[in-house]
């Protein structure tokens, strides 16, 4: 419709702003036995679902923010609030100083959307002739229009499959082709559910190439979800942890591997199948004559392990690493999953 | 699969279909009542055509009203849908060639358990009704409703190859569906017979109409109910159809098989 | 406004002719599926007429009229409602809504514009109007400029009676998002079913009900009656307009109460089917 004033908003400062949201959800109960057809039908069964309760969080202009959680979380309930396509049950949303549901058309042509499961293309339509009709709706000037579309076709290699009908594209195609529709109109903030739904390892690498292009330049504000903590902690220098609608953490990978347990692996390969006993390291499991141990914290005096390790048998190599984040994230998942109050969703 | 295994699979098929149906609210009744409202629209219309006549091509008023109720408490079983274009559309006909039970009785099961609840709320308080509409619903005769019986289930069959040869249709043409909807249940209810009697066509146009397999789907057991026509005649012409489509329908779905599976999705 | 509505429109027909000139076969195809459905969707009602030489109290060309009205009636809503923009409650009910919801402009300029399919459909507006010219000639039929009028002003109102009508039962799903796909896609095919018949037999409950809860009798019958001097007097010829207009001030309340619902409970029933397909 109108064009999107850029001009008024400052290239610094806060974003998005989400006040004590709230957003509960009411979900039917159906009796699945024959004999209760009609208690189904006259006197149905609800149960409310706390989707989101009370979280706040702010982003800032350029930054990346991983949004991450267990299923069901209430991370695409949140994306949904931030897009516009629902209100809060309470609390408050501002992003880019608007109401998103209230300022709708004059919010939705600055952010752009894309929800893995589901896609913008039209389907017995080559990709080309979607972005054309993304070019009309959105008004975007020709100038910007050709710029993004080499973006488009060049780093996200939505050029080989430009002439092909939507409907014939594979899941990772269609994923690059949407991204690709998203960025057309050069948000000022793109909020990615699921976007790496798909991709294979090397379309995975160029969207997170682009991603980190695009907040390198330091005017796109990206907030993504994903499962796959590994691309998440590459692509995004903040994580949000959210965990049935709560805000679990907030803050840096690293700090947030220092505060559940920076877990680290030390590898020893000696000339016994048997793994000397070290105290204060876990052993994981022995491969031949090579055995893994966890060490804990940060606090774990590798010297002295090895030490101890060389007094039994002869250490013929050593390896350490940290532990792999799903780990980490698998271990806090654990943690919430024992802790949960009973009677959540 | 076993006899016993396949009839519990069916059942239990049926029972989820009725129950999704069932399942949401009981605003869905609704669509009855807008039944109930299209066939009283159209007894009336009947009645006023047939004012101040006698018979029309070998029936009379009575038999007309008669005919145009069971047409309506019939609607389902009279012009089948399984729901096999749409699944085919969307692509949901992978899962359904990875159940055991086939093809033809997981869409046939589901498509009964709707029929199950259309029966129940519609059918049966549209027949309770027919008195308070005017309306005779008992058949022409015993042995009418017996030969009723038998034509029905022919043209059950009937409507359920013609569904799976439209099937067939649209993944070979390869195209949306919505459109040959549209014709498809515009065709249908003109050519079965179901909303205008075929004997009631002008120009002796139903004689020739009858023979096609679409008379068989509901103009002949509705004509054998009413006692309107040769019932002999009608079943062997319904069996004829039911045989003849099936064998079709049989070698149509293995030579197309390979692109309803890839259709969609 | 007007010159963004005129340029998706452009853009709505260039992607339908596109997609209808996708190949040759197609292209046959999708106009014998046309006219097909066309004829065969008059052809009943048609062949009745002929052969009891009218439906009382309407003689046969009377009836031809009617049926010519209806189908052109039609026209307008169903070339702007494909995608199910007519069959609204499909979109709504699963969960569609959201990607109107991503584009920079208000929803109802969507919907007005996104279903625009020129190219599909007319060939039920040639025969239409083919049966219409054809009966009103048999007739003598004076076509003077306030008949003409009269008539524009109540094909209009039908057309606007049988979209506020669609889109009153669509917008039901906003609240009862399953069931009223069911009722609203039977609603509207029982307006097709009934739309081409005289309901003057009916009785004064139904006849009621016809032009009120469910307006079959609006599409066609009504105004024909007034157009055709069966009904005398000119609140007959405002009739249909005049409801019309009542029906869409009635949808357009119901769309603004389920926004602010959607906006509340959002949809839990996502598929893409029956969309942008
Ligand atoms: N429209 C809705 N109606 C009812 N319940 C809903 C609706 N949308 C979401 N929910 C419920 O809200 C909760 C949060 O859902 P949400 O989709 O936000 O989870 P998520 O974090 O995105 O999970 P996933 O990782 O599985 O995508 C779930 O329990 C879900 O069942
Ligand atoms: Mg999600």
């Given at each position: 419709m109108h064009r999107s004033d850029r001009a008024g908003t400052p290239a610094s400062g806060t974003v998005v702003e989400c006040r004590s949201v709230c957003k509960t959800f009411r979900q039917r109960q159906p009796s699945?036995?024959?004999?209760d057809v009609l208690r189904n039908l006259l006197h149905p069964r609800f149960r409310t679902i706390?989707?989101?309760?009370g979280v706040s969080f702010t982003v800032n202009r350029g930054e990346v923010v991983a949004y991450a959680g267990p299923n069901g979380a209430g991370k695409s309930t949140t994306i949904k609030l931030l897009s516009g396509m629902l209100a809060p049950t309470s609390g408050s949303v501002r992003v880019l100083g608007m109401d998103p549901v209230a300022d709708r058309t004059r919010y939705v042509g600055r952010i752009g959307v894309v929800f893995g499961?589901?896609?913008?293309?039209?389907?017995?339509?080559?990709v080309a002739a979607s972005y054309e009709w993304k070019r009309v709706v959105w008004d975007i000037p020709r100038e910007r229009f050709d710029r993004m579309c080499g973006v488009a076709r060049d780093i996200l290699g939505v050029g080989e499959s430009w002439n092909t009908l939507a409907r014939e594209l594979s899941l990772g195609q269609r994923m690059r082709a949407d991204l690709g529709m998203a960025m057309l109109h050069e948000p000022e903030i793109l909020f990615l559910d699921e976007?790496?739904?798909?991709?294979d390892v090397l379309a995975k690498r160029s969207m997170t190439r682009l991603v980190q292009q695009l907040s390198a330049t330091g005017s796109v504000t990206v907030m993504v979800t994903s499962h796959d903590m590994n691309e998440l902690e590459q692509l995004a220098g903040r994580v949000i942890f959210i965990e049935s609608g709560n805000l679990a953490y907030d803050g840096d990978f690293a700090s947030l591997r220092r505060e559940f347990g920076d877990l680290r692996r030390l590898v020893l390969e000696t000339d016994s199948a048997t793994p000397p006993s070290l105290p204060g390291a876990e052993l994981v499991g022995s491969q031949g004559m090579r055995h893994e141990y966890r060490l804990g914290g940060?606090?774990?005096d590798v010297a002295a392990l090895l030490r101890l390790a060389g007094e039994q048998c002869p250490v013929l190599d050593v390896e350490t690493h940290r532990a792999p984040i799903d780990e980490v994230i698998a271990g806090i998942y654990e943690h919430w999953g024992r802790n949960r109050p009973a009677g959540t969703a | 699969m076993n006899a016993r295994a396949l009839t519990a699979a069916c059942r239990r098929t049926s029972a989820l279909s009725a129950g999704a149906m069932l399942?949401?609210?009981?605003?869905?009744?609704l669509t009855y009542l807008l039944r109930l409202l299209r066939l009283a629209a159209l007894l009336a219309i009947w009645r006023a055509v047939f004012a101040?006549?006698?018979?029309?091509g070998g029936m009379d008023v009575e038999q007309v009203l008669t005919y145009t109720l069971l047409a309506g408490i019939l609607a389902e079983p009279l012009n089948c849908r399984t729901g096999l274009d749409r699944s085919l559309w969307e692509g949901a006909i992978v899962t359904r060639m990875l159940q055991p039970m086939g093809l033809v009785a997981s869409f046939v099961s589901e498509m009964a358990g709707r029929w199950a609840v259309g029966f129940a709320f519609c059918s049966l308080p549209m027949l309770l009704l027919a008195p308070l509409l005017g309306?005779?619903?008992?058949?022409?005769s015993a042995a009418a409703a017996a030969w009723f019986g038998l034509s029905l289930a022919l043209a059950i069959v009937v409507g359920v190859a013609l569904d799976f040869l439209y099937g067939a249709a649209i993944a070979v043409l390869k195209t949306d569906i919505w459109m040959l909807d549209g014709m498809r249940h515009a065709v249908a209810l003109l050519l079965s017979?179901?909303?205008?009697?075929?004997?009631?066509?002008?120009?002796?146009l139903g004689r020739w109409m009858?023979?096609?397999?679409?008379?068989?789907?509901a103009s002949a057991p509705l004509q054998i109910y009413t006692g309107a026509g040769d019932a002999p005649m009608l079943l062997a012409l319904q069996a004829f159809w039911a045989l003849a489509l099936c064998l079709f329908g049989r070698w149509v779905w293995r030579l197309t098989r390979e692109r309803m599976v890839s259709y969609g999705g | 406004m007007a010159a963004r509505i005129l340029r998706l429109w452009a853009l709505y027909a260039y992607l339908d002719g596109m997609w209808i000139a996708r190949d040759f076969r197609s292209f046959i195809f999708y106009y014998l599926a046309d006219a097909v459905t066309a004829v065969a969707s008059v052809a009943g009602v048609l062949l009745l007429a002929q052969r009891f030489d009218g439906i009382p109290p309407w003689t046969r060309d009377q009836v031809v009229f009617l049926l010519g009205f209806g189908m052109v009636a039609r026209f307008v809503p169903d070339m702007l409602g494909n995608y199910n923009v007519l069959h609204i409650s499909r979109r709504i009910g699963r969960g569609q809504l959201d990607h109107i919801l991503v584009?920079?402009?208000?929803v109802w300029m969507a919907l007005l514009t996104e279903g625009?399919?020129?190219?599909?459909?007319l060939l039920s507006l040639a025969p239409g109007v083919g049966l219409m010219v054809w009966a009103g000639q048999r007739m003598g039929l004076e076509a003077t400029p306030p008949w003409l009028l009269a008539f524009a002003l109540n094909l209009a109102g039908a057309s606007a009676a049988l979209t506020a009508y669609a889109a009153l039962w669509g917008f039901a799903a906003f609240f009862q998002p399953r069931a009223a796909e069911e009722i609203s896609g039977s609603a509207v095919d029982l307006m097709t079913d009934l739309k081409?018949?005289?309901?003057?037999?009916?009785?004064p409950g139904l006849r009621t009900a016809l032009v009120?809860?469910?307006?079959?009798?609006?599409?066609a019958w009504y105004p024909c009656r007034a157009l055709l001097g069966l009904d005398h007097g000119i609140a007959a010829l405002w009739a249909t307009p005049a409801a019309a207009a009542a029906l869409c001030c009635a949808a357009c309340l119901t769309f603004r109460m389920g926004m602010k619902r959607y906006a509340q409970v959002g949809s839990s029933r996502y598929t893409s089917f029956g969309h942008r397909r």
């Open positions: 699945e036995r024959p004999r706390e989707a989101l309760r499961q589901r896609t913008e293309l039209w389907w017995d339509h080559p976007p790496t739904l798909g991709l940060g606090g774990a | 399942g949401e609210n009981p605003l869905f009744l101040a006549r006698g018979q029309v309306v005779d619903p008992w058949p022409a017979g179901a909303v205008v009697p075929l004997a009631l066509l002008p120009w002796g009858q023979w096609l397999p679409f008379g068989a789907l | 584009q920079p402009q208000p625009f399919a020129p190219f599909w459909g081409g018949f005289p309901l003057d037999a009916l009785g009120t809860v469910i307006p079959a009798g609006l599409m």
